[in-house]
């Protein structure tokens, strides 16, 4: 069988019409997913179980972006912060510390669920710009959980997850 050569320009047509196609499918690619913060367990001592939420969207976002409230949720307990508008980083104390008693569960005992959940500004399905321009479309809620890990009976010290907003396709 014979071996076709190309000619150097008929070469660099290809590689220029290859590189022409992966940028059009690059640029039709949409983001699906952002990560916007982080759920962290700090722990437990004597100041009671903490529970940290990073929210910064600042590298992927053009804008900050505002919530009507972000809620924490450990073993069936809640605490609200209310309103915010990032970056913030909110820190919520659980148990029972020198008689005071905080809304939100202590892991003292081990939890098996702790969660954050951020409501929209107006309640309903928001946009907002992205740093490389691209108009990203998300639902009116974004939910982010810690669970035990393999073999963990308990959530662990230290453990966290990124809070992560999902693009909404059917969002007009």
Do not use: W
Not at 18 to 24: G, K, N
Not at 128 to 141: M, P, V
Not at 154 to 165: D, F, N
């Amino acid at each position: 069988m014979p071996t076709i050569r190309l000619s150097s320009f008929a070469r660099t047509g290809l590689y220029t019409a290859a590189i022409l196609l992966f940028a059009v499918i690059a640029a039709e690619a949409k983001t699906n997913q952002v990560i916007i913060g982080s759920l962290t367990y700090l722990g437990t001592n004597d100041a009671g179980s903490a529970f940290r939420v990073v929210l910064d969207p600042s590298m992927i976002a053009s804008q900050p972006l505002s919530f009507s409230n972000v809620t924490v949720f450990v073993d069936g307990t809640n605490q609200s912060a209310g309103p915010i508008t990032t970056p913030t980083t909110l820190l919520f104390i659980g148990g029972t510390v020198g008689g005071t008693v905080y809304p939100l569960g202590s892991c003292a005992s081990g939890c098996i669920a702790i969660s954050v959940q951020l409501i929209s500004d107006d309640g309903g399905p928001f946009t907002f710009t992205l740093s490389n321009g691209e108009e990203f479309k998300t639902f009116a809620i974004a939910t982010a959980a810690l669970q035990p890990r393999p073999g963990q009976k308990s959530i662990q010290p230290q453990q966290s997850v990124p809070i992560v907003l999902k693009r909404n396709p059917s969002f007009k």
